[in-house]
């Protein structure tokens, strides 16, 4: 059974940056992608970011295109999300997902993953 557990997160104020990591557990020789959403209050979860096992595929939407970094230690089980030049619209809940065979057309589709994170809020003030 894969866990995820998120840590990072906080208040900041616009122009900032803070850094999202995502530790997994349980998903051992798992060629996994490992994806973060986000959600904000009254709006549907959206994709943010995804990264493939090996790394060297990333993906983003293009509202954080240039701001966010999405990378992977997979000696550590870990992923972050470093968020850069931070705008009170980034404001939400984000959630780290995972699962295996996740195929390109839908990788930004939050029911393309099975395992989540517990979600941590990232608030931005202007």
């Known amino acids: 059974q894969v866990q995820l557990v998120q840590s990072g997160g906080g208040s900041v104020e616009a122009g900032g940056s803070l850094t999202l990591s995502c530790a997994a557990s349980?998903?051992?020789?798992?060629?996994?992608?490992i994806a973060w959403f986000r959600q904000a209050p009254g709006k549907e979860r959206e994709f943010v970011a995804a990264?493939?096992?090996?790394?060297?595929?990333?993906y983003y939407t293009d509202s954080v295109k240039g701001r966010f970094t999405i990378s992977r230690d997979n000696a550590k089980d870990t992923t972050y999300l470093q968020m850069n030049s931070l705008k009170p619209e980034d404001t939400a809940v984000y959630y780290c997902?995972?699962?295996?065979?996740?195929?390109?057309?839908?990788?930004?589709?939050?029911?393309?993953?099975?395992?989540w994170g517990q979600g941590t809020q990232v608030t931005v003030s202007s």
């Open positions: 349980g998903r051992t020789f798992r060629l996994d992608t």
């Open positions: 990264i493939r096992w090996s790394g060297r595929r990333t």
């Open positions: 997902a995972e699962d295996t065979g996740v195929i390109l057309s839908s990788i930004r589709h939050a029911s393309a993953y099975d395992y």
